[in-house]
Structures are given as C-alpha cells and as structure tokens.
C-alpha cells in the first residue's frame, strides 16, 4: 500500500461547526456565481453544492446594497457562508453583524489599519475567522518594488505583513491562501508559507481556466503541495456551474488518497483489441457514479488482458469482449451481458448492493 501524505502541522480555526486545519479533513469549498442580489438563485445554487458534497462557500459583497441579500442568504443557507470582502472594510463590519461565517480579505487593496482593526476586534468578539488571501495580481506596489516584481518572495512578504498585524492585535483566529494563476508560482509560494507560519492553508489556482483545462492546470498545481502535506482547504477556480468545481476538488483529493468521497472510475482508453464502444460506456458510468456518496471503486475495461484483473479489484466492474461485457461483482465473475445492454446492468447491480448495504 502507498502511504498517504503527512498533514504539515497547522493550528485549528472553526467556521460555524466546520473544522479546519489541526488535522481535519481537508475541507472542500467554492464560490456562489449568482449576482449578488439575486437571494433565490444563491440560495438554489447552495443546496446544488452541498448534494455535490461542497462544505464551505463565499459570497461576495462588493456594495453595501448587497448586504441585505446577504443577510437573508446567509439566515436560509445549508452551508456556512465566507463574506468575500475588497477595498471597503465597512462592508466587513457589516457582514459580521449580519451573520457571516468567516471573512476573506485581501491586504492588496484594503489599506485602511484604524478600519481593519475594527474588523478584528468584532471577528474576535464574534468568534470568527479571518482568511488572508494574499492574491499574487492584487500585491502592494510598494512590495512588488522591494522585492523585486511578482514572485513567491513578494507573496509571502504580503502574507506575514498581513499577518502580523493581526497579531499584533492579538487576533490569532487566522487562514492564510497563497493565490496564483501560474502553477509554480503558487507552488512556490505556499511552500514559503508553510515553512513560515503555523496557520491552516487554503489553497487554490486562481483563474484556472475553463471546466477541461482548469481542472487540469489545478490538479498539476495542488497536487505537489497537498502531496508534501499543504493544505487544509481548498478550491477548484473553474469558469464553470461551481458544483463542477467541487466535483474536481473530491476527483484530486481522491486520486491522492486524502479524501474518500463517493465512487471512483477506473477505465481503460480502448486499443486494437477492443471489439466493445468503450468510450461512450465510460462516460455513462462516470455521469452515472457522480450521484453515489459511498467510497466504491467501479471498472469499466475493453479488452480480455488487463480488463478482468482490474474489474476484480473493482467493486463492480464491466470487462468487454466481443459485442458483449463481463459482468462482476466483488472481484468474481456474475455471468456475460450483451453490449446494449450492459450499462443497465450494471447500475442495476451496482444499486441492489448500496441497498443490501443500507439494509444491514
């Protein structure tokens, strides 16, 4: 068996009932797309990303006639809500009056300290966490300058600024993110903050991309970090419905062994020896398993050489041959089913088990 990555050791905040770091799962979270204003869209966009298993989401508020809609989001939503704020610490005030779970802020564009300070004193009070998100397109000009341009340096010179003027305030109840649109960039910098400072890291590459590239751009971005130990939470930036976005979180914390959350696909690409329309079989599946919650393994192969070995690894499994499929169940062979009909075979079999399951 592979080891699964050492945690890199990091202080716990909690946000409303929601553990992170210290050793928590690492916690799965988006960011509503509705209009700000638009409650039901928000709210119908919520309870999408808590069925895909989302835990945490942020909101923006970019104008005070926001906050009204926010306050009633926040009062009906399934999930706890993180105030995205920016220039205007007055609307961070009034998110935490209004019940906001966590705040972002980002110390590149709000300059006000007497404001900020303000901010930490009611956070402290109402016992809610601030996150630092240092944002590599948003750096203080002043430390571009010093530090000689946007570079992993300049982000971690902004990010213990940031922090150390909330400690200076004595308000600890902190989560630090490293954002970066360039890959070893943001690998970079989050290696620097993890060496530097004991608080829970969240990470995500920012503007990654559309629903294809950005899962790839962000796997090939997060999985050396949360290989290594970084990370307490995360988020997948798609430009896509964000319940994809959740979907993608789980795929990478998955293959990495961090998070065991619904069923995982394994499927061969098709070669010569295929004589079954694999391709369309695989995705049916896959659009299939995306409702499963269990931790199943579920194979769907070509061919006679490797097809039989995988599907008995499988929980259930389809193993192709000619115009016909294997059918199995708990690594032993059910019996053979023809092509057309062995997607609903499948399913079938794959749902009488979760039930026998549930049964028991």
């Known amino acids: 068996m592979f080891a699964i990555p050492r945690r890199h050791p990091s202080r716990q905040v ?194 990654a991309g559309t629903k294809e590239k950005g899962a790839v751009r962000s796997a090939a971005a997060l999985a050396p970090l949360l290989y290594a130990g970084i990370g307490d939470t995360i988020r997948i930036s798609l430009t896509a419905d964000p319940v994809e976005e959740v979907h993608v979180a789980y795929d990478i914390l998955q293959a990495l062994g961090l998070r065991d959350h619904g069923a995982r696909l394994v499927s061969c690409p098709g070669c010569g020896r295929t004589e079954v329309d694999i391709r369309p079989m695989a995705a049916r599946v896959e659009d299939y398993i995306r409702t499963i919650r269990e931790p199943l393994t579920i194979a769907v192969m070509g061919c006679p050489v490797n097809g039989p070995g995988e599907a008995r690894e499988a929980d259930y499994g389809l193993a192709g041959g000619r115009n016909e499929y294997l059918l199995f169940a708990k690594g032993k062979i059910l019996h053979k089913v023809k092509e057309e009909e062995a997607f609903g075979a499948l399913v079938q079999l794959i749902e009488e088990g979760l039930e026998d399951e549930s049964e028991e």
């Open 14 to 207: 909690q946000v409303a009932s929601l553990l992170v770091g210290g050793g928590a799962p690492i916690v799965v979270q988006s960011m509503n797309s509705r209009p700000a204003l638009d409650i039901e869209g928000n709210l119908q966009e919520l309870e999408e990303l808590k069925k895909a298993g989302c835990e945490l989401s942020r909101l923006a508020i970019p104008t005070k006639e926001s906050l009204k809609a926010f306050e009633e989001i926040v009062s009906r939503s399934p999930l706890p809500i993180v105030a995205d704020i920016h220039f205007d610490y007055r609307l961070a005030l009034a998110a935490l009056e209004r019940g906001a779970a966590a705040l972002r802020l980002n110390p590149g564009n709000i300059r006000n300290q007497e404001g900020l300070a303000e901010v930490a004193k009611m956070a402290k009070r109402k016992q809610v966490p601030i996150r630092v998100g240092v944002n590599a397109g948003s750096l203080d000009k002043r430390i571009i300058a010093e530090e000689g341009g946007v570079n992993a340096k300049s982000m971690l010179r902004s990010a213990r600024e940031a922090l150390g003027f909330f400690e200076a305030l004595d308000f600890d109840d902190l989560c630090i993110s490293m954002k970066a649109s360039h890959g070893p960039l943001l690998i970079a910098a989050n290696a620097l903050i993890a060496e530097a400072c004991h608080y829970p890291i969240h990470l995500g590459l920012t503007e």
